[in-house]
């Protein structure tokens, strides 16, 4: 009888599958643009892996090993974005995503100016001095350097907009991003209960993974986007856990620290000193004093009825057809019935409920034409009711 081992060929091929599985998450991370310190500390683990894979043995550890690896060479180590500093764009984009709002869109302004001067350091290109067309050559002398391109990636200042749901703190959070030819990524940090969530969980931990900030940065591809962190405030309302949270915020937004941020399951320093950061708040309670000190606050004061009226007509209402595939020809408006839409019911510092407003009646005036009702469709202040049912909108 033959008592040969008719399992060695398949034990053999579970071997030579383990050993080549380490050695591809070898050569991945060798090829990464990981830091050569951090690189080296995971090839430690990796060749751990490959001398029990060659003795046919499976490693449980192999799941978290590859798990970690795939994080840290996910991370853009060293990618930045090129800035574009061009302020008459930026002025542009705001103007055609935001009515009014010009003290914040000045500030803005002022820091985006700021930081092209701090990006023109070390470039020899010269800006004439404009006097000099009117009076002759001699004075053509030049006032600053200026760069032709973008040299490299500056500090950029910790935002913080204060302000009532509804007053465009996110969305013009987006349109600084699209300005500056940067990356967006929105965090929420409502109802964050776990500092964890920022900071990361541990290895040695059940379930590790990084924490939110790395995401946002494996997210974005670059080492410079613009994080949004939204509704700060909104933290845990526990004491103790709120104190963590702001202290990990302080971390983070501080330009004095977060050049080398630990997170805790990447175990590594990360410089985060060339990210944007704009956060959003309803209110500053509950925010520290530590941490207000780290941010430039910018109030975001409530929409007036006049400037809802202009926002409803060249932005809203024109959004709202186009995605309905309507032409403004279908629907008409009367100058009376517009005070009734902005405020139906009490005062609402956004626009929110204004779009959702819009929204209805269009969507009214869509059913309509559907019916066959003939067209144009105009709304007056009689027949509101029929497009905008009663009591829409905050009471107060």
């Not at 060929?9 to 050695?23: G, I, K, R, W």
């Not at 003939?374 to 009663?390: A, D, G, R, S």
Request: proline share 6%; aromatic share 6%; charged share 20%.
């Amino acid at each position: 009888m033959d008592y040969t081992n008719t399992n060695t060929p398949q034990n053999n091929n579970v071997t030579d599958d383990s050993v080549a599985e380490v050695l591809a998450l070898k050569n991945k991370l060798l090829t990464s643009n990981t830091p050569v310190e951090l690189k080296n500390e995971a090839l430690t683990s990796i060749e751990r892996l490959e001398r029990i894979a060659r003795k046919g043995v499976y490693s449980a550890e192999f799941e978290n090993v590859n798990k970690y690896i795939e994080w840290i060479i996910r991370i853009p180590w060293g990618v930045v974005s090129q800035d574009n500093f061009d302020l008459k764009q930026a002025k542009g984009l705001m103007d055609s995503t935001h009515y009014g709002m010009d003290p914040v869109k000045n500030v803005i302004m002022d820091y985006i100016a700021s930081m092209q001067l701090e990006s023109m350091q070390g470039r020899n290109v010269v800006v004439s001095n404009p006097q000099s067309q009117a009076l002759g050559s001699a004075a053509e002398k030049p006032l600053l350097s200026v760069p032709t391109g973008n040299s490299r990636s500056v500090k950029a200042p910790v935002f913080l907009f204060v302000g009532l749901q509804g007053v465009g703190k996110t969305s013009i959070a987006e349109s600084i991003a699209e300005a500056m030819g940067r990356k967006f990524v929105r965090i929420s940090l409502g109802a964050i209960g776990d500092v964890r969530t920022l900071r990361g969980t541990p290895r040695y931990a059940l379930d590790p993974e990084p924490g939110q900030i790395i995401k946002a940065l494996v997210r974005s591809g670059t080492m410079n986007p613009v994080i949004l962190l939204d509704e700060i405030e909104k933290a845990s309302g526990n004491a103790g856990l709120l104190n963590d949270v702001m202290a990990a915020l302080l971390e983070i937004l501080d330009p004095e620290q977060n050049n080398t941020f630990l997170d805790h399951y990447i175990d590594y320093p990360v410089d985060l000193s060339k990210v944007f950061f704009i956060c959003t708040a309803n209110n500053l309670g509950g925010l520290s004093a530590a941490l207000l000190d780290r941010v430039e606050v910018i109030r975001f004061t409530s929409y007036s009825d006049e400037e809802k009226s202009v926002i409803a007509k060249k932005y809203i209402l024109p959004r709202v057809l186009k995605n309905l595939n309507l032409s403004e020809e279908f629907v008409k408006i009367d100058e009376n019935a517009w005070p009734m839409i902005i405020r139906p019911v009490g005062f609402d510092a956004g626009i929110r409920q204004l779009e959702r407003n819009i929204g209805g009646i269009v969507r009214a005036v869509a059913r309509k034409i559907v019916e066959g009702t003939p067209m144009p469709i105009i709304i007056t202040v009689e027949n509101l009711n029929q497009y905008l049912p009663p009591d829409q909108g905050p009471l107060s």
